[in-house]
């Protein structure tokens, strides 16, 4: 690829006017970072003939997994070349583009205190022992009739468009990001006895369904929470209730 327009970003509104920019004479936007970075370039693409593709670069990379982009710069340089795409759904969390994961609750909390450290595996692995002996369950409140039975306390509550937060942490093995779906996907606080029963099927994509873990798959819904701190892909955010999930359908094109 000959001289190839790049922005080495210093800030969300830098990215945004790059893109803006050069959005005509530019086909395919390649974002290079975590799923933060890669869900900030994918809201300017959204709905839009551009093509995203990704160099993952980031502590988890769940949606570079997702979407099946790795680390060896031969294999995207061929895709590059080849320029075959398709389109995969996205959602919004009261209007807030969302890629891969999202959610409150343990998780929200386990960002925001993860962002104070120099990340890593090990670090969030620390921080999310510490928040869990101390996390406070949250009370969700749906609108609807129909989920009214699913009001209560949990552990947290998370909106998965693909099967995994990442580092291969399955929290909705059966996810789909081309189905017009989310999973959502509501956990109780549990004991610590079942803890490492929790993360081994988290981890061998085996978590279903029981006491402790129920999946609402749903295309829209609306809810209150007794929180603000969610996080959006990874990123910490503050999110007033009440909460409308909604899925855009096939919203954004991915190169393949």
């Avoid at 327009?5 to 893109?19: K, M, P, R």
């Avoid at 580092?167 to 109780?188: F, R, T």
Wanted: charged letters at 25%; proline letters at 4%; hydrophobic letters at 40%.
């Amino acid at each position: 690829m000959e001289n190839p327009l790049y922005y080495i970003s210093e800030s969300i509104q830098g990215t945004d006017d790059f893109i803006e920019e050069h959005f005509n004479e530019i086909e395919i936007f390649v974002a290079i970072g975590g799923d933060g970075t890669i869900s900030t370039v994918a809201r300017k693409l959204i709905n839009t003939p551009k093509i995203l593709a990704i160099f993952p670069a980031g502590s988890g990379n769940g949606f570079s997994n997702e979407t099946q982009f790795s680390k060896n710069l031969d294999e995207l340089l061929d895709k590059l070349k080849a320029r075959k795409s398709r389109k995969i759904d996205t959602f919004t969390v009261n209007e807030r583009l969302s890629i891969n994961v999202s959610g409150t609750g343990f998780d929200g909390k386990v960002v925001k205190e993860f962002e104070k450290t120099d990340r890593g595996f090990k670090n969030y692995i620390k921080v999310s022992l510490k928040t869990f002996f101390n996390y406070k369950p949250i009370k969700v409140k749906f609108v609807d009739e129909a989920y009214q039975q699913y009001n209560g306390r949990y552990l947290m509550l998370n909106i998965a468009n693909t099967r995994q937060f990442g580092n291969n942490a399955y929290i909705a093995p059966h996810a789909s990001k081309s189905d017009g779906l989310v999973d959502m996907v509501l956990v109780k606080k549990f004991p610590l006895t079942y803890s490492a029963l929790f993360a081994y099927r988290m981890f061998t994509k085996k978590l279903k369904d029981d006491d402790y873990v129920t999946y609402l798959p749903v295309s829209e819904i609306e809810f209150s929470v007794n929180t603000k701190n969610w996080h959006l892909d990874g990123e910490f955010n503050k999110i007033k209730s009440p909460i409308h999930i909604k899925v855009l359908p096939a919203s954004l094109t991915i190169l393949i």
